[in-house]
């Protein structure tokens, strides 16, 4: 299967990372290379484009496609990995990065990847096929408390405990192994009338998906260091899919903006933190309706774009 995915917000990430033709760009989550090969094509010799991605279909894909430039360089690796992978290509300071959080069109419709509760397949979900942990072994293995947590925080679904209680219960005369035997057991913890909205299992499957490849933990460890990256007046641009992320993303802005603990009451700030920039998005960026139109996978992203100052 091609490795086919619609970039999201295409021109508004472009417009967002204000490029200059001699910078250096980081596209975190290179995928198919959708927003890469436009940011290369705005760039001279002199600019250069550094592409990460976890999946080896994408680091295969996007490697065909960006094939004739020179001033690429691509590397497989989990973007909480961004600042080593730099310091080993000798670059401390970066003028953009990029990060599309979401999962791709391929990932979700390559049936073995276990990603989608629309086809029976094993369950897998690993977007770094290299790792150990797959969603298998949550379903199987993780507490009941824990897999309550995780449909609670992860999936915010107000049938967490349930959907929990039946996983537990389901396993225990049989090991669950496909997406379609979850989706039983999913479908049987909510009452009938509940399932009105969408595919029940849609919040599970995102719940698990996020724990297996620990996007949340790596997205908040990553943001320090990313912003730390930037040349003064760099911009770090991240495409969220759910409010989960979305939240982690506008609240590190902000206080990266105004870090300043000093209770209101102080005259002056008295606390020395020192603001690193500001946000360039006071609301994120939508897709347009023609957008929306043409891509419905676009509906729930949402862009917030960070300027570094020094």
Request: charged share 30%; proline share 3%.
């Amino acid at each position: 299967m091609e490795f086919k995915h619609k970039s999201v917000l295409l021109q508004e990430c472009i417009d967002g990372l204000n490029i200059k033709a001699d910078g250096i760009y980081v596209d975190g989550t290179l995928g198919g290379a959708g927003h890469s090969s436009e940011i290369v094509k705005r760039l001279s010799d002199k600019g250069r484009l550094i592409g990460i991605d976890q999946d080896e279909d994408a680091i295969k894909a996007a490697s065909e496609r960006l094939k004739d430039y020179s001033n690429v360089t691509i590397v497989r690796s989990n973007y909480e990995n961004m600042k080593n992978v730099l310091a080993e290509l000798g670059i401390n300071k970066v003028d953009g990065i990029l990060l599309d959080l979401g999962v791709s069109s391929y990932q979700l419709d390559t049936v073995e990847r276990g990603f989608s509760y629309k086809y029976d397949t094993e369950l897998d979900m690993r977007m770094d096929r290299r790792q150990s942990l797959t969603a298998k072994d949550i379903v199987n293995e993780y507490s009941e408390k824990e897999l309550f947590r995780i449909i609670r925080d992860y999936g915010e679904d107000g049938f967490a405990q349930n959907i929990a209680k039946h996983i537990v219960k389901a396993r225990a005369s049989q090991r669950i192994n496909t997406t379609y035997e979850l989706n039983e057991i999913i479908k049987a913890a909510i009452p009938a009338k509940m399932r009105v909205n969408g595919h029940p299992s849609k919040k599970t499957f995102q719940a698990i998906r996020i724990e297996c490849n620990r996007e949340l933990e790596v997205l908040k460890n990553t943001l320090d260091d990313m912003i730390e990256l930037l040349n003064d007046e760099g911009r770090l641009a991240i495409i969220t899919f759910h409010s989960l992320e979305d939240r982690i993303v506008k609240s590190e802005f902000k206080k990266k903006e105004n870090p300043c603990t000093c209770p209101p009451s102080f005259p002056v700030c008295v606390c020395g933190n020192k603001s690193q920039g500001k946000v360039i998005s006071r609301k994120p960026i939508l897709p347009s309706e023609e957008e929306l139109e043409e891509n419905s996978r676009s509906k729930s992203a949402k862009l917030r774009i960070f300027e570094k100052s020094e």
